[in-house]
């Protein structure tokens, strides 16, 4: 006999607490920058921050699909959708994630030296 556990409704939290983790990013890169005098870079993060939703929005739409079975939703499966709508917008967006990142707390690494 197989088990089988649906996890459906529990993986787009991961991709929410991305979200929640750029916001924190967000608000700290933009007290940093204020003290700093940076250029406002931390805008950026709300681009990764959309990017990430429609990765968990397609995410939530695919799995929807998937459990349904209808024959008529069935291109919402297919890997060109997964590739177009989830797995592209999740890189972009965690690439932006980085290098903000990197922008604004690298002199963290250097600091210690």
């Not at 700093?36 to 397609?58: D, E, H, N």
Request: charge should be positive.
């Amino acid at each position: 006999m197989i088990i089988k556990v649906v996890t459906t409704p529990l993986a787009p939290l991961s991709l929410l607490s991305i979200i929640y983790a750029t916001t924190i990013y967000m608000l700290l890169s933009r007290k940093l920058g204020m003290v700093t005098k940076m250029k406002p870079y931390y805008r950026g993060f709300v681009a990764s921050m959309v990017f990430t939703l429609i990765a968990m929005m397609a995410y939530i739409i695919r799995n929807a699909a998937y459990l349904a079975r209808a024959p008529e939703t069935m291109w919402l499966t297919s890997a060109g959708f997964g590739l177009a709508f989830f797995h592209i917008p999740l890189l972009i967006g965690t690439v932006i994630n980085l290098a903000l990142i990197w922008k604004y707390w690298a002199w963290l690494l250097s600091a210690g030296k």
